[in-house]
């Protein structure tokens, strides 16, 4: 068996002494995750690796994925209150909660529910007007900012957003070759972001959504590698369903 690995980058580990560290574990490619990076970092991040390492890079998109803004410190959402879902640069509070992509606010109606990270808060849209939605809190917890928030039903949104393309064509101009494509649905995603990173670049599609395990088939004939998110993949089917889905991708 061929073991490789990934490893993420983040702020405790972007220097130079901790990458060289990693480097001579052996390390397989750098992971840079555009969920919490932004675009004006991808650059100098690009320009930092390659003066410790010489190990490639992984650029990998947010994806079609909505999430909760940049929040106020320490904000809980008590059960039984109420909460307004809006999109913009504002800092989200107990009382308004930010999301994006915009176009997630368009698709909610009564009785969309909403479940923030995986120990959050969980929401049940009431009542939606042309600038966001009211939503109740059903079970309280915190949120914190840029996290996750799954969506049911779950809006169609486009592959990647618009951060994505940005950061796609900087890390092209670069010469960084490995992209992770994040909650790949179909066929067609991987198409696209291959066209934006170059005939010469390795596509990993990362299957993590109920989307991406139905076009199973199609998602991994157009990759170059797979990889399975039991994490995201767990907030949309049920836990116990995880390793077998894991199993069939694999035998895929």
Same mark, same amino acid.
């Given at each position: +068996?061929?073991?490789?690995?990934?490893?993420? =980058?983040?702020?405790?580990?972007? /220097?130079?002494?901790?990458?060289?560290?990693?480097?001579? /574990?052996?390390?397989?490619?750098?992971?840079?995750?555009?969920?919490?990076?932004?675009?004006?970092? #991808?650059?100098?991040?690009?320009?930092?690796?390659?003066?410790?390492?010489?190990?490639?890079?992984? =650029?990998?998109?947010?994806?079609?994925?909505?999430?909760?803004?940049? +929040?106020?410190?320490?904000?809980?959402?008590?059960?039984?209150?109420? #909460?307004? =879902?809006?999109?913009?640069?504002?800092?989200?509070?107990?009382?308004?909660?930010?999301?994006?992509?915009?176009?997630?606010?368009?698709?909610?109606?009564?009785?969309? /529910?909403?479940? #923030?990270?995986?120990?959050?808060?969980?929401?049940?849209?009431?009542?939606?007007?042309?600038?966001?939605?009211?939503?109740?809190?059903?079970?309280?917890?915190?949120? +914190?900012?840029?996290?996750?928030?799954?969506?049911?039903?779950?809006?169609?949104?486009?592959?990647?957003?618009?951060?994505?393309?940005?950061?796609?064509?900087?890390?092209?101009?670069?010469?960084?070759?490995?992209?992770? =494509?994040?909650?790949?649905?179909?066929?067609?995603?991987?198409?696209?972001?291959?066209?934006?990173?170059?005939?010469?670049?390795?596509?990993?599609? @990362?299957?993590?959504?109920?989307?991406?395990? @139905?076009?199973?088939?199609?998602?991994?004939?157009?990759?170059?590698?797979?990889?399975?998110?039991?994490?995201?993949?767990?907030?949309? #089917?049920?836990?116990?369903?995880?390793?077998?889905?894991?199993?069939?991708?694999?035998?895929?």
């Amino acid at each position: +068996m061929k073991v490789q690995i990934l490893c993420t =980058l983040g702020p405790s580990s972007l /220097r130079a002494d901790v990458i060289r560290g990693l480097d001579k /574990r052996g390390v397989d490619l750098f992971r840079v995750n555009l969920s919490h990076t932004p675009l004006e970092a #991808v650059a100098p991040i690009v320009e930092l690796v390659r003066e410790c390492s010489a190990t490639p890079i992984c =650029l990998d998109t947010e994806g079609a994925q909505v999430r909760c803004g940049v +929040m106020a410190p320490d904000v809980t959402l008590p059960a039984g209150g109420t #909460v307004r =879902l809006t999109a913009g640069e504002r800092v989200g509070t107990a009382e308004e909660l930010v999301l994006t992509p915009t176009a997630t606010l368009g698709v909610l109606a009564p009785g969309s /529910r909403l479940s #923030v990270d995986f120990h959050g808060a969980l929401l049940r849209v009431t009542d939606v007007s042309p600038d966001g939605a009211t939503a109740e809190v059903v079970e309280g917890g915190r949120v +914190m900012s840029n996290k996750a928030v799954t969506v049911d039903p779950a809006p169609a949104l486009p592959p990647l957003t618009d951060k994505d393309v940005q950061a796609i064509a900087v890390a092209r101009s670069l010469g960084v070759r490995h992209y992770a =494509l994040s909650f790949a649905s179909r066929a067609e995603d991987v198409a696209l972001i291959r066209d934006l990173a170059g005939p010469a670049a390795t596509v990993i599609s @990362k299957i993590e959504s109920r989307a991406g395990v @139905k076009a199973m088939d199609g998602i991994i004939s157009a990759s170059d590698a797979v990889l399975i998110d039991r994490g995201d993949l767990s907030r949309e #089917v049920p836990l116990e369903h995880v390793p077998f889905y894991q199993k069939v991708v694999v035998r895929q």
